[in-house]
């Protein structure tokens, strides 16, 4: 196999990453909330009921925003059900899972939630089932400080402070005919102009979110950001993007290559953003809100075997792979690539759901593969995106032609003194060495090489097996002479490579 060449330089700047790059997701569906966030009565609970065994973990990983209340499940939502006296809460039918909604759990409760897992909220409203009214009402809710109907309604809930959310999104997935209320385009970017206008007028600090297409797969893309940015351009701030990817055939060559998909699929939207924007002659670049991506098609047919109406069942319990990491490493490595154009982004979900945590209601905790990457990603790869200019060996596939077995991008924390390089080997059998020019960097020296690998591919861990795929520093992987550095990155492996800048 041939070396990958690449080169770390400052003059190959992508921009600043926005911290929020490393945010995540987690909505009123199966455990992600009861059994996951919430759990009154475990034994790890604090007097509010937040399991701590999930904070930590959640703090662990440093996410800087959390999406909420969903998904599908925000698109029925009547938020007024989960605030106040818990005893006088509704339990509610949830159509979007098809599961019953004690309302228990509802928006202070989050807020709370996220001041102690040092997060910030992002919340979503429902352009499902309402629409303009509910729009400024939950802002007034949560953001106005008091003297009306709803900002006193908030601190007689016991909250006198704002809880001051900065960013909100205007529904979810309106394109998709499985969405409560879903719209056609059009009726959905009225909607979302007029909704927008009033909640900058209740706040106008606030960041909006529109939504953008649920895939790159549906029929109506990229019409759908089109037409919805000519009702609404002037007045958000986002377009939201999602893709999950499964591995359902076995194929898992091209599995690992999905993430050239979310490449186009950014590119094609930035494209959109920006020819609505010369049709418009407006000086406002839009950006992007990667707000749902992740692998997701373990847990499909489990799923349909779910009788319906239950409270808080096991649902989109994805158990993750070391392939799956290794899947979540290359769309962390798509999204800081995409840095200057996509500045929020939200691994979907957090807990329980398609997620990085695992816990047992009742009961242990554990970190699934993908926490990992996310993890690594999250702390190191904060500061300034650098294109690595990677010219990998390649193998052929169907859908994506060439696509080069290293995947790669670099991070520079200049204040920190650190330079980290994040490299994905999709080669299932052979190490790749990657040759890197340091150029600008002459005194750089590697510090630590971490790596996440397996012999199995399919290697999970379990709550009895917690440990069997974790990350580990490589102590013989790292060449540096005569002014290149060479990385031998194992078969199939999660790569973080991080480099101390100073003599
Ligand atoms: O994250 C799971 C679901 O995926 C969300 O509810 C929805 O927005 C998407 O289809």
């Known amino acids: 196999m041939n070396d990958a060449r690449a080169v770390l330089a400052r003059e190959l700047a992508i921009d600043t990453i926005d911290d929020r790059l490393y945010g995540s997701f987690v909505e009123h569906l199966g455990r992600a909330v009861y059994g996951g966030l919430y759990e009154p009565g475990h034994?790890?609970?604090?007097?509010?009921?937040?399991?701590?065994?999930?904070?930590?973990?959640?703090?662990?990983?440093?996410?800087?925003?959390?999406?909420?209340?969903?998904?599908?499940?925000?698109?029925?939502?009547?938020?007024?059900?989960?605030?106040?006296?818990?005893?006088?809460?509704?339990?509610?039918?949830?159509?979007?899972?098809?599961?019953?909604?004690?309302?228990?759990?509802?928006?202070?409760?989050?807020?709370?939630?996220?001041?102690?897992?040092?997060?910030?909220?992002?919340?979503?409203?429902?352009?499902?089932?309402?629409?303009?009214?509910?729009?400024?009402?939950?802002?007034?809710?949560?953001?106005?400080?008091?003297?009306?109907?709803?900002?006193?309604?908030?601190?007689?809930?016991?909250?006198?402070?704002?809880?001051?959310?900065?960013?909100?999104?205007?529904?979810?997935?309106?394109?998709?005919?499985?969405?409560?209320?879903?719209?056609?385009a059009e009726e959905y970017g009225r909607l979302a102009e007029g909704a927008a206008k009033v909640m900058r007028w209740v706040d106008p600090t606030i960041e909006i979110v529109a939504c953008g297409s649920s895939s790159r797969a549906m029929s109506t893309f990229p019409q759908w950001e089109a037409t919805v940015l000519e009702h609404t351009y002037a007045h958000v701030d986002y377009i939201s993007l999602h893709t999950y990817y499964g591995n359902r055939d076995g194929n898992t060559a091209h599995f690992l290559a999905q993430s050239i998909g979310m490449d186009s699929f950014i590119e094609e939207v930035v494209a959109t953003c920006d020819f609505i924007r010369a049709k418009k002659r407006q000086k406002k670049r839009m950006m992007l809100s990667f707000d749902e991506w992740n692998v997701w098609f373990h847990s499909n047919q489990a799923d349909r075997e779910q009788p319906p109406w239950q409270q808080a069942p096991p649902l989109l319990e994805d158990l993750y792979t070391l392939e799956d990491a290794l899947v979540v490493g290359c769309m962390l490595i798509s999204l800081i690539k995409h840095c200057d154009r996509v500045r929020i982004a939200c691994l979907a979900q957090l807990v329980n759901v398609i997620a990085p945590i695992f816990t047992a209601t009742g009961g242990g905790i554990v970190k699934q593969t993908t926490y990992f990457p996310f993890q690594h990603a999250s702390r190191y790869g904060r500061g300034i995106a650098l294109d690595m200019k990677v010219d990998s060996p390649s193998y052929e596939d169907p859908v994506y032609d060439a696509v080069p077995y290293v995947e790669a991008v670099g991070v520079l924390a200049e204040d920190h003194g650190e330079l980290t390089a994040f490299a994905v080997n999709r080669n299932q059998e052979e190490t790749v060495v990657l040759d890197l020019d340091l150029r600008d960097f002459a005194l750089a020296r590697v510090a630590e090489h971490i790596a996440l690998a397996h012999p199995d591919l399919k290697a999970v861990n379990t709550l009895n097996n917690p440990d069997q795929v974790a990350p580990c520093a490589l102590n013989d992987s790292v060449e540096e002479a005569a002014g290149r550095t060479r990385i031998a990155l194992p078969p199939a492996s999660w790569n973080v490579v991080r480099f101390s800048l100073e003599a």
């Open 43 to 184: 034994p790890l609970a604090d007097r509010e009921g937040f399991r701590g065994d999930v904070l930590d973990y959640v703090r662990a990983l440093n996410t800087p925003i959390v999406r909420y209340p969903g998904g599908n499940f925000v698109s029925g939502y009547q938020w007024e059900d989960g605030v106040g006296p818990l005893e006088a809460r509704p339990r509610r039918l949830d159509l979007a899972w098809k599961t019953l909604e004690s309302n228990a759990f509802g928006t202070d409760e989050f807020v709370r939630w996220c001041r102690k897992a040092g997060t910030e909220p992002m919340m979503a409203i429902n352009l499902g089932t309402r629409g303009v009214d509910e729009a400024r009402s939950l802002v007034e809710y949560c953001n106005h400080p008091s003297g009306t109907k709803y900002s006193d309604w908030r601190i007689e809930n016991g909250y006198a402070e704002p809880h001051n959310i900065n960013v909100w999104c205007l529904g979810n997935e309106m394109d998709g005919d499985w969405q409560i209320g879903h719209k056609t």
